[in-house]
């Protein structure tokens, strides 16, 4: 695994993320929990624009991300080398921790500061959640969480291939839990008292805000528990996504999301 995740080509991460991006959809087509109102392919499409911007974002943090990393190995920087550990708990406690600091944590801190919210909330604007939403970040939020998981490599001290691979498991694990599909309720609540399963994160994309405020976690559910903001929604399927001010259908089109946080910026510049 150490050596795949260290050589791993651009085309095979590439693959990986189209290739669970197109099964969740199709799997939502068949087995839906809430059924789909406007057309599935233009949602999909201002959806997947926003991949690219992501993209190029990361593309150019990959360089500091590398070099971080090396020099946390090189170094034994972290305080994950503080301790000799097996190199399978090492991997473990690594994307523990990079799920915790680059995911949980950023979240939670964007939720909580008005100005980084304006950035974030294009995610909440999405009225009609599916696979494709977990795709669906303003450029500067992805800004935000790369900046994140590189202070988690350096504060833990995590090797190149395990950011890899905390990346590829990340990118699915987001896609799968904001996926349109109808789990039994049975295996939904297994799941989610380890992993964030689809119906625990629908409630994070609920209209009321107390729901909104919650279900913050994007790998392992127990980071919302551990720090209280675990909510736990019956009927998930009386939800009402999207934010209240943001209804308009006009708020779905990729020129008025780049421009929301500007915008909001702008009114309380004039409200002040």
């Known amino acids: 695994m150490e050596e795949f995740f260290n050589n791993i080509p651009p085309l095979y991460r590439a693959a990986f993320l189209v ?10 087509g068949v087995i839906p929990r809430l059924s789909f109102k406007g057309d599935r392919y233009r949602h999909a499409g201002t959806n997947l624009f926003f991949t690219l911007t992501t993209a190029v974002v990361n593309l150019g943090f990959a360089f500091l991300i590398v070099t971080a990393s090396e020099w946390t190995a090189r170094t034994q920087f972290g305080l994950l080398y503080t301790i000799e550990l097996p190199g399978w708990l090492h991997c473990l406690l690594a994307i523990m921790m990079m799920d915790f600091i680059g995911a949980y944590l950023v979240h939670v801190i964007q939720h909580k500061i008005a100005w980084m919210w304006h950035f974030h909330k294009i995610h909440h604007i999405d009225t009609a959640v599916d696979t494709t939403t977990a795709l669906r970040h303003h450029p500067v939020e992805s800004i935000f969480r790369v900046v994140a998981l590189l202070l988690a490599i350096v504060a833990m001290g995590i090797p190149i291939w395990m950011v ?3 990346q590829s498991v990340s ?3 987001s896609q799968f839990n904001h996926a349109n599909i109808r789990l039994p309720k049975w295996l939904d609540n297994i799941l989610s008292m380890i992993i964030v399963s689809p119906d625990m994160h629908k409630v994070h994309h609920s209209h009321y805000q107390p729901e909104t405020d919650s279900n913050y976690a994007n790998i392992f559910s127990f980071w919302d528990r551990l720090f209280g903001t675990f909510v736990k929604v019956k009927d998930v399927t009386r939800l009402r996504y999207g934010l209240d001010e943001y209804q308009d259908d006009h708020y779905q089109q990729i020129g008025t999301l780049l421009k929301v946080p500007w915008e909001q910026a702008k009114q309380e510049k004039v409200i002040n």
């Open 171 to 173: 990118a699915f694990m």
């Open 19 to 28: 290739g669970g991006l197109a099964l969740l959809w199709m799997i939502e």
């Open 164 to 166: 890899m691979l905390y």
